[in-house]
């Protein structure tokens, strides 16, 4: 047995709307948006959205890390669609230049770049 792919991670969320207009305005493609469930792609990969009633941030739950082409610009659409990024872009000693931003629903995703 081998593993081969990641194929979908899935979060809860407790305003679909709003999160689907987050990961709208971050450039992700809309696959499919139902009642309670909305779906992105990304290279073969899906970022799913649960709705759940009620659902409350717990916060530090942990982090999706994107790998972009260009980390400064990704976090000037952020800017330019009116999203508030919780970093700005730097260059880490583990040798990737990252930012942090949180969703409506309190994940943190990570856009980032090998240096």
Not at 14 to 21: F, P
Not at 35 to 47: C, H, P
Not at 73 to 94: F, H, K, V
Request: negative net charge; aromatic residues 16%; glycine residues 6%.
């Amino acid at each position: 047995m081998t593993l081969e792919r990641l194929s979908a991670v899935t979060v809860a969320t407790g305003d679909l709307d709003a999160s689907v207009r987050f990961y709208e305005a971050l450039g992700f493609q809309r696959h499919y948006v139902h009642e309670d469930f909305a779906s992105f792609t990304l290279n073969g990969v899906y970022l799913n959205l649960a709705y759940r009633k009620g659902y409350q941030n717990f916060g530090n739950w942990g982090r999706v890390i994107f790998y972009v082409d260009d980390v400064d610009a990704m976090y000037n659409r952020c800017i330019q669609e009116g999203l508030s990024p919780d970093t700005r872009p730097r260059d880490a000693e583990w040798h990737e230049r990252y930012f942090h931003i949180t969703d409506p629903s309190g994940h943190e995703l990570s856009f980032a770049k090998p240096l």
